[in-house]
């Protein structure tokens, strides 16, 4: 029923940006939070960034500065921005969206940040 897209991973060398964009599909009527979450290899996936319907942001400390997320309702999709990167950024990213109380979870696609 819901589908969800990633774009916009690949190689950029550290100091470079990124953008990845994700949309939503399916028998969606209105979408709770729309967020990004990253896994790095032998590590946990964690939080990124969240962007609720109402309200402001919220960002994992270790990119607050260097990341920008947004959403458009209306195209039911969300973004996210990533600036000045690190290699520490290296991972899956992977777009969460949630409502009418379950969880939907994106492909992932794979950011590495190396020179």
């Known amino acids: 029923q819901v589908q969800l897209v990633e774009s916009g991973g690949g190689l950029v060398q550290p100091g470079g940006s990124l953008r990845l964009s994700c949309a939503a599909s399916g028998s969606i009527f209105s979408i709770n939070t729309m967020g990004w979450y990253r896994q790095a290899p032998g590590k946990q996936r964690e939080l990124v960034a969240i962007?609720?319907?109402?309200?402001?942001?919220t960002y994992a400390d270790s990119v607050k500065g260097r990341f920008t997320i947004s959403r458009d309702n209306a195209k039911s999709t969300v973004s996210l921005q990533m600036n000045s990167l690190k290699p520490e950024d290296t991972a899956v990213y992977y777009c969460?969206?949630?409502?009418?109380?379950?969880?939907?979870w994106g492909q992932g696609t794979q950011v590495t940040v190396s020179s």
């Open positions: 969460n969206i949630r409502f009418r109380g379950q969880e939907y």
């Open positions: 962007m609720p319907k109402l309200g402001v942001a």
